[in-house]
């Protein structure tokens, strides 16, 4: 992660880092022609916000559980802000960092609660290349605040053990079907975040994410194009 300052929490009441990409994520900027797909997901309960790029508002009365899905941004550096909901994007930032896009490059930066319950931004980069035949590729985030948990698709435990904390990742083929997901806790088969139904097509890539707190935990999940780099 980059170097993190404090920042003004506003209506969260708190303070909160600026994060930057891992440096597994950060690529050179590329051409100004050249483009990157983001997508957002607000995995914060309770705080609904205006999402910022720029300067420019992109999304207003964005909420928990909310989705931005393929936004088109060049290839550069960016300015992302979360001010509160119909504020000007002038206005107190609840979250902000800066990132910079490589070209071609899928990302997904979600704002959520980290194991201690402080709110952030945590970026992902994301798998879009072409899928093994026959199966889709799953990719399971833990971006709640928990504890480490085990993840199940019915009665298969995909995701076991004790590692599998906050802002950990887990990637893995999977054969195509409907699927019953849930999160337990580790030795356990109770679920403390779904069940929730997932339907998973071949030659897809979904990305699911654990979000939230307690008593209010949901699973949000996104579908990537593949084949795109």
Do not use: E
Request: glycine share 12%; charged share 15%.
């Amino acid at each position: 992660m980059s170097a993190r300052r404090p920042v003004r929490a506003g209506m969260l009441g708190i303070a909160v880092a600026t994060a930057g990409l891992t440096a597994g994520v950060v690529a050179a900027p590329a051409s100004a022609a050249a483009t990157a797909k983001v997508n957002v997901v607000h995995g914060i309960p309770g705080v609904a916000v205006k999402v910022c790029v720029d300067g420019k508002g992109v999304a207003d009365n964005f909420r928990y559980g909310n989705r931005i899905v393929g936004a088109t941004l060049p290839a550069t550096t960016h300015k992302v802000r979360l001010v509160a909901a119909g504020k000007s994007c002038g206005a107190s930032a609840i979250l902000k960092s800066t990132y910079t896009l490589g070209a071609d490059r899928n990302y997904t930066i979600v704002a959520n609660l980290n194991a201690a319950g402080t709110p952030n931004l945590k970026a992902f980069v994301n798998n879009v290349k072409p899928t093994v035949a026959g199966k889709a590729r799953l990719t399971v985030r833990h971006t709640a605040k928990a504890p480490a948990v085990n993840v199940w698709a019915g009665s298969t435990k995909l995701i076991s053990g004790t590692g599998f904390t906050w802002g950990k990742s887990a990637t893995l083929p999977v054969p195509a079907g409907t699927y019953s997901v849930k999160v337990t806790l580790p030795g356990s088969t109770k679920a403390v975040i779904g069940p929730a139904s997932k339907t998973l097509n071949a030659g897809r890539a979904y990305q699911v994410y654990a979000v939230g707190s307690p008593g209010h935990y949901r699973l949000v999940t996104i579908k990537v194009p593949v084949g795109t780099a």
